[in-house]
């Protein structure tokens, strides 16, 4: 084992401080990165203030972040896809059991057996996984995807949850060639959602709680910008969409937005919100509605989604920060004012 500088929070009230950490040494399905950018999710501050205890109970210290990119320094002598000096990134997933029906399907998130980035058990140091607030991580090499050499590397590491976490349930829904696709909540995964609804053909409107990001949708490619909070504009769209992708963090009532849907519409949540969300019954019925929920995706559709984004010049909108601001930027996040993703220069940590 060897020691890795990071940061983590001690517990769900302290804020995030610099740590070091233990990395595995390589073994011969290892690779060992050198973080060059870690986007941060919504998901890192849930988890590191234990919000989602109930399901996910965080152990601390806990070292958030699984929107990882960097740079290759080692391989063990078994890894045969990647070479020291390759750009690469790492998700949401580190290790699943490889053999469970789902990891055979190629959907390694359902895996029962899965080791997420951070927070679960690790046979290897006996510790939690730790994330990638961190200057290096190991990882086996299954887990381990292939970067596009042609894009802004501080734009690429969000793809790696809030690009996946949009583009599975988007690709899933089907054709959406003139279809009227609505994204939930201009942040991290929502600015995301619309990139990919618009580059695959979809007339796409946003429903924000933020007025001033108008302007910010339509650049980001939406057609409509219908503020949630102004009934007489919700009104005007009401039973008009096929499909609503909700990326909401807080609590919210649900059945507005199937109010939105039309005929056979489909409500997926991908937002996780610590409490449930109360679905009225007869939201439902009329029109044959239907609400369903996604999670990242598996291995093989996250690098597809990765290619796809190297030949359609798709990258996150980010503000780089050094980890220096993370607690600033946490909390920024909770205020909705982040354009549209942080993205931590990790360069930053080595003067810690
Ligand atoms: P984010 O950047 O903070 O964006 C969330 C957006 O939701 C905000 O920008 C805001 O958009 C809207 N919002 C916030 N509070 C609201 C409220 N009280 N009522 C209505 N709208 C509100 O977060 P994120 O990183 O995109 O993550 C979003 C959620 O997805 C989190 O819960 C996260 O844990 C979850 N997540 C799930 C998966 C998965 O696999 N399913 C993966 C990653 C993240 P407006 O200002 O436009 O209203
Ligand atoms: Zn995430």
Known sequence: MYDAKAYSAASATSPLEPDTIPRRDLTSRD????????????????YAR??????????????????????????????????????????????????????????????????????????????????????SIVVDERFVLRVPTNLDL???APLLCAGITTYSPIRRWGNLEGKKVGIVGLGGLG????????????HVAVFTTSPGKTDDAKRLGADDVIVSTDEDQMAAHAGTFDFILDTVSANHDPNVY???????????????????????????????????????????????????????????????????????????????????????DMASLKGE
């Open 258 to 344: 199937l109010n939105m849907l039309g005929l056979d519409g489909n409500l997926t949540l991908v937002g996780a919100p610590n409490e449930p969300l109360p679905v009225a019954a007869f939201a439902l019925l009329f029109g044959r509605k239907s609400i369903s929920g996604s999670l990242i995706g598996g291995l093989e559709e996250t690098q597809e989604m990765l290619d796809f984004c190297g030949e359609h010049g798709i990258t996150s909108d980010v503000e780089v920060i050094p980890i220096q601001r993370i607690n600033e930027a946490y909390e920024r996040m909770l205020k909705s004012d982040v354009k549209y993703r942080f993205s931590i």
């Open 31 to 46: 690779v060992q990165i050198e973080i060059l950018f870690c986007g941060i999710c919504h998901s890192d501050l849930h």
């Open 191 to 202: 600015h995301m959602g619309v990139k990919f609804a618009k580059a695959f053909g979809a």
């Open 154 to 156: 501080a734009g690429v």
């Open 50 to 135: 234990d919000e989602w205890h109930e399901f996910m109970p965080t152990v601390y210290p806990c070292v958030p972040g699984h929107e990882i990119v960097g740079r290759v320094t080692a391989v063990g002598d078994g890894v045969t896809k990647y070479a020291p000096g390759d750009l690469v990134g790492v998700g949401c997933l580190v290790d699943s059991d490889h053999d469970c029906a789902n990891c055979r399907s190629g959907l390694e998130q359902f895996c029962p057996n899965m080791t997420m980035t951070y927070g679960s058990p690790d046979p290897h140091t006996d510790r939690v996984t730790y994330g990638g607030y961190s200057e």
